[in-house]
């Protein structure tokens, strides 16, 4: 009974159920669900929406940029059908500075390119704070109890 109490007062406290960090397959590496099915797996399990952060990579732009898209633009049209918002997200690392992952909520997909090459062009995190995130951006780090991380970012 005091179960059922507490799981009341949870969902009135907090009405709404996000997911925001999922990964899709092919788009991420350590995806191993088609955007389809991610989308629907979290609709069943009562989630209102869900963020697709999938990881930047370094493959030839054009390959990359069409993946990141595609899997965004199906996650997107599953969750149309289901009655779900799916938002645009990333999890950005800068390779040539350090092991740290960042989930990037707030951009366009039109600005997709120009976050690659700052991502993968050797750029560090503070040229990418000072040159490209706007206030209505986001930037969080994804893992911070990770050994040797830092805590957080914004």
């Known amino acids: 009974?005091?179960?059922?109490?507490?799981k009341d007062q949870i969902k009135k406290a907090y009405p709404y159920r996000l997911e925001l960090h999922a990964h899709t397959s092919p788009a991420s590496r350590c995806g191993?669900?088609?955007?389809?099915?991610?989308?629907t797996i979290?609709?069943?399990?009562?989630?209102?929406g869900i963020a697709i952060t999938n990881h930047f990579f370094e493959k030839p732009q054009k390959d990359f940029l069409d993946i990141y898209r595609d899997d965004f633009f199906r996650a997107r049209e599953t969750g149309e059908k289901?009655?779900?918002?799916?938002y645009l997200g990333a999890e950005l690392r800068f390779?040539?500075?350090n092991d740290?992952?960042?989930l990037f909520y707030g951009f366009d997909i039109s600005q997709l390119e120009e976050m690659y090459?700052?991502?993968t062009g050797g750029g560090t995190l503070e040229n990418f704070v000072k040159?490209?995130?706007?206030?209505g951006m986001f930037l969080l780090q994804a893992h911070p109890f990770r050994d040797n991380m830092i805590t957080g970012y914004e």
């Open 117 to 119: 090459s700052y991502v």
């Open 1 to 6: 009974m005091i179960k059922d109490e507490l």
């Open 100 to 102: 740290n992952d960042y």
């Open 131 to 135: 040159n490209f995130k706007t206030d």
């Open 42 to 48: 979290f609709h069943n399990a009562g989630y209102d």
């Open 95 to 97: 390779l040539h500075e």
């Open 32 to 39: 191993e669900v088609k955007p389809e099915d991610v989308v």
């Open 82 to 86: 289901l009655g779900m918002k799916v």
